[in-house]
Nanobody, 121 residues
Framework: VQLQASGGGLVQAGGCLRL?????????????MAWFRQAPGKEREFVAY????????YYADSVKGRFTISRDNTNNTGFLQMHSLKPGDTAVYFC???????????????WGQGTQVTVSS
């Protein structure tokens, strides 16, 4: 599965962005998927996770209530809707699928290339 993340950009604090993760080859619909982020000098951290059917979602405490993960299996695409963005959300955001262990650990078979999100104060 090849993943293509997009939708990042520069936004002011309090603003919104919607990230997309499209499977350019293979299919996403049979797999659970997640979003992670990595800020400069920090480890990659878990953001959100959704099961293959979309019936269950999980979030990092730092984004709960502000971010929403979703998916469109018909179009082989996943999304991360981000509201009330803060400067601390600044990072490169990665989508991933094909979990190999615990879903909150960055141990997935396939990763997107990352999309930069920058939140100015």
């Amino acid at each position: 599965v090849q993943l293509q993340a997009s939708g990042g950009g520069l936004v002011q604090a309090g603003g919104c962005l919607r990230l997309s993760c499209a499977a350019s080859s293979g299919t996403l619909r049979n797999f659970n998927m997640a979003w992670f982020r990595q800020a400069p000098g920090k480890e990659r951290e878990f953001v959100a996770y959704i099961t293959w059917s979309g019936s269950d979602t999980y979030y990092a405490d730092s984004v709960k209530g502000r971010f929403t993960i979703s998916r469109d299996n018909t179009n082989n695409t996943g999304f991360l809707q981000m509201h009330s963005l803060k400067p601390g959300d600044t990072a490169v955001y990665f989508c991933a699928t094909g979990v190999r262990g615990h879903w909150a650990s960055p141990n997935y078979y396939w990763w997107g290339q990352g999309t930069q999100v920058t939140v100015s104060s």
